[in-house]
């Protein structure tokens, strides 16, 4: 099984901040990574998908980099509406999510 | 633009088998892969398995001797059915739809989603 680590697994962060969240995988999943956001209550929506590709519809203040085992997502940006847990899913093998970073006002 | 929703019962018996159904409205459920996703109350996100193509199946190895998923093309549905559950099984349980992304390989990525429906395991 491949094993997805996020970190950190909280964060405080203000409206405004550049905030950036890491997940690193147990092998290497090439760009087989996307990212998710959820809020309570609420299913998770696509972010990003093969790592670095926004999704439609999802703002420019987004964006995700790394391949193979390392990845990371920036919100570059801060916005009320991001406070959220955020969770990376690869895709290389079967499919795993990472345990999630919950974002929270400071 | 694809909606999916499920349905079934929210309170099951431990021992017993849980069984949901996803309506898939807005496109044809014969084309993409279809998943089942759970999220216990608190924690993270599994993946249980997909059905695609009017019948192959791919499951999670840790859920795979108790996981069948199915489809009915005629229907426009997708089910689940996860037998001999416990209170570990208690999670809300989400149907999503699994878009692909094509460069020199196929990308796959949850672009939709149901909105979850809770299922309790108690007796």
């Known amino acids: 099984d491949i094993q997805m680590t996020q970190s950190p697994s909280s964060l405080s962060a203000s409206v405004g901040d550049r905030v950036t969240i890491t997940c690193r995988a147990s092998?290497?999943?090439?760009?087989?990574l996307n990212w998710y956001q959820q809020k309570p209550g609420k299913a998770p929506e696509l972010l990003i998908y093969?790592?670095?590709s926004l999704q439609s519809g999802v703002p420019s203040r987004f964006s995700g980099s790394g391949s193979g085992t390392d990845f990371t997502l920036t919100i570059s940006s801060l916005q009320p509406e991001d406070f959220a847990t955020y969770y990376c899913?690869?895709?290389?093998?079967?499919?795993?999510f990472g345990q999630g970073t919950k974002v929270e006002i400071k | 633009q694809v909606q999916l929703q499920e349905s079934g019962p929210g309170l099951v018996k431990p021992s017993e088998t849980l069984s949901l159904t996803c309506t898939v409205s807005?496109?044809?459920?014969?084309?993409?892969?279809w998943s089942w996703i759970r999220q216990p109350p608190g924690k993270g996100l599994e993946w249980i398995g997909y059905?695609?193509?009017?019948?192959?199946?791919n499951y999670n190895p840790s859920l795979k001797s108790r996981v069948t998923i199915s489809e009915d093309t005629s229907k426009n549905q997708f089910s689940l059915k996860l037998s001999s559950v416990t209170a570990a099984d208690t999670a809300v349980y989400y149907c999503?739809?699994?878009?692909?992304?094509?460069?020199?390989?196929?990308?796959?990525?949850?672009?939709?989603w149901g909105q979850g429906t809770l299922v309790t395991v108690s007796s």
């Open positions: 999503a739809r699994e878009g692909y992304f094509f460069d020199t390989t196929a990308h796959w990525y949850f672009d939709s």
């Open positions: 807005g496109g044809s459920i014969s084309s993409y892969y």
């Open positions: 059905v695609y193509d009017s019948g192959f199946t």
């Open positions: 092998q290497s999943v090439s760009n087989y």
């Open positions: 093969a790592a670095s």
């Open positions: 899913q690869q895709s290389y093998s079967f499919k795993t």
